[in-house]
């Protein structure tokens, strides 16, 4: 799976998720210092990639309106890399089918939405 990961995301994540067989790059990596979430949204979608971010507010629009795949993770930055490992299967199993779709994802659970609220 591709995944894209917003500017609040910790790069060990990208790093994580490459070591897990998966293709992954950061905002940074793709020269995109200063996108606004929209466009990191149309980048993501552009290239078949799951967007992931720690943004609540960013994630807040995108459950409202599920554009490509996003995903949000509700976790302190620092931690997303030693909270993903355990999830990560669940989580590709449960995004790849779709094209519009947001997923939140914490220690405890993952929750889809596909629809606009």
């Known amino acids: 799976m591709r995944f894209f990961l917003d500017h609040d995301v910790d790069a060990r994540v990208a790093q994580l998720l490459r070591r897990r067989g998966h293709e992954a790059w950061t905002a940074a990596e793709a020269g995109l210092f200063k996108a606004g979430d929209d466009d990191l949204t149309v980048y993501a979608q552009d ?67 596909q629809r606009w609220e």
């Open 47 to 113: 290239r078949n990639a799951t967007l992931v971010t720690h943004d609540r507010e960013f994630s807040a629009r995108r459950r409202r309106n599920p554009a490509g795949r996003h995903v949000e993770l509700r976790c302190r930055e620092p931690d997303a890399v030693d909270v993903l490992p355990a999830i990560l299967d669940r989580l590709v199993a449960a995004v790849e089918p779709f094209d519009d779709v947001y997923a939140y994802v914490s220690r405890e659970r993952i929750e889809l939405h």
